[in-house]
């Protein structure tokens, strides 16, 4: 109509502009790879703080002792007192780093890596007695001044594979072929092959192990009997067979360190019999930090196994039984973590890892007291050495990423 107002027509839709896609693909392709690799960490949670509080302070009071048990022999052999403090300290530092990136690192992965670990255990343990380093079967060199114990290795493998075998096949573990075979073949192989070095006190503690995660992870009573049975036919064969080597004049020697009876056994208690000298000397209260005795060459490579000693004299009964305290906390913090953990791989490795520290120590003490025969056995936290800092600090680092997922209260 002409008097009609004209209509408006709508305005078209915008046509929709294409972005270019040069790069987006790739970036996007990139972006879930990155992703994917995140997954392999855990942050969800924060960590137990009082597990790191305690692995810190044992770790800096540790730092302290050795350096002071340390330096007349590190003057004596490099001409600085500071070598053997700087070469641990490097370590340390080292293994805190092991230890961060383990604590966020998502533990249930190690699931995958269990059979691995264990062959690389195995290969290391082969490798040191086909290529010694200085003669001895028992350090692999990498490079000139750092050794790794293959020891160290098979330990954290043992446990690492027994808590993977355990939580897939817990239901079954009360069957002689689940519980006790592939644990007794596991322990017979890296058995031979410590046997072979030889490094007795590595076949203790491995052992010792594996008896604990056997039964952690239920397995019936009655084959313990059998086993101990076994080892001690076994024990009793290599005495008998003269297979034991240098074993059987430290077990001679055993309990008999301050009792003189010929040359020989006495020279062969020299490093227990200053131990107990060193001991008795720090009474209650102890002589002081940094003033020890027996630590001026008297006790052979003290900063050792033997820097226990040197604690002793130093800062006493009270301040060694203060560390001792420090240690059966962190043991039991541990296994408390492990209980708490959301799975059974998580308890069984953290009770292992958790175990082992405390069977050192133990062990340890017993050895410098002479309750036990000298078959050198490593302080944790302690005694000098890059390979087991390192490997312990990382092994803590596991146990704190367990602590994230753990039902446990952190504090």
Excluded at 233 to 246: D, E, F, I, P, S
Excluded at 269 to 282: D, K, P, W
Excluded at 340 to 345: G, H, I, L, T
């Amino acid at each position: 109509m002409d008097g009609a107002p004209a209509r408006k027509l709508p305005n078209p839709a915008p046509v929709p502009t294409r972005r270019p896609q040069t790069g987006t693909a790739g970036q996007s392709t990139v972006l879930r790879k990155v992703k994917k690799r995140l997954k392999w960490f855990s942050v969800r949670r924060g960590m137990d703080m009082t597990f790191l509080f305690l692995v810190l302070v044992l770790l800096i009071i540790g730092l302290i002792m050795m350096f002071s048990a340390s330096y007349p022999s590190s003057y004596e052999e490099t001409g600085k007192s500071l070598a053997y403090l700087q070469r641990q300290a490097l370590y340390a530092v080292i293994g805190l780093a092991a230890m961060t990136f383990f604590s966020y690192f998502d533990y249930h992965h190690l699931h995958t890596f269990a059979v691995f670990v264990l062959i690389v255990a195995v290969g290391a343990l082969v490798y040191v007695l086909v290529v010694p380093s200085n003669g001895v079967k028992r350090w692999i060199s990498v490079g000139s001044s750092f050794t790794i114990q293959a020891s160290e290795i098979a330990k954290f493998a043992v446990v690492l594979f027994l808590a993977h075998w355990g939580s897939l096949h817990f239901k079954k573990m009360d069957t002689f072929r689940y519980g006790v075979l592939v644990p007794a073949l596991l322990m017979g192989l890296v058995g031979f092959l410590l046997l072979e070095e030889p490094h007795y006190s590595g076949i203790v503690i491995i052992g010792a192990l594996v008896l604990l995660m056997m039964f952690i992870s239920g397995v019936k009573m009655r084959y313990f009997i059998i086993i101990f049975a076994v080892i001690a036919v076994a024990v009793l064969g290599l005495a008998v067979t003269g297979n034991l080597g240098y074993a059987m004049t430290r077990l001679d020697g055993w309990g008999q360190a301050l009792i003189y009876t010929d040359d020989d056994l006495w020279q062969t208690t020299y490093q227990t019999r200053n131990s107990l000298y060193a001991i008795g000397s720090g009474g209650f209260w102890g002589l002081g930090l940094g003033q020890s005795r027996q630590k001026y060459l008297y006790i052979p490579e003290v900063q050792n196994d033997f820097v226990f000693a040197v604690v002793c004299e130093e800062l006493g009964f009270i301040g060694a039984a203060i560390i001792l305290c420090l240690f059966a906390l962190l043991v039991w913090r541990g296994i408390t973590i492990s209980m708490r953990a959301q799975d059974k791989f998580g308890s069984l490795l953290g009770i292992g890892l958790s175990a082992q520290i405390g069977l050192q120590v133990i062990l340890n003490i017993m050895v410098i007291t002479d309750w036990l025969p000298n078959t050198g056995i490593s302080l944790p936290f302690f005694s000098f050495g890059g390979s087991s800092l390192i490997m312990l600090l990382a092994q803590m680092g596991i146990i704190l990423s367990i602590s994230r997922t753990s039902n446990l209260e952190k504090a």
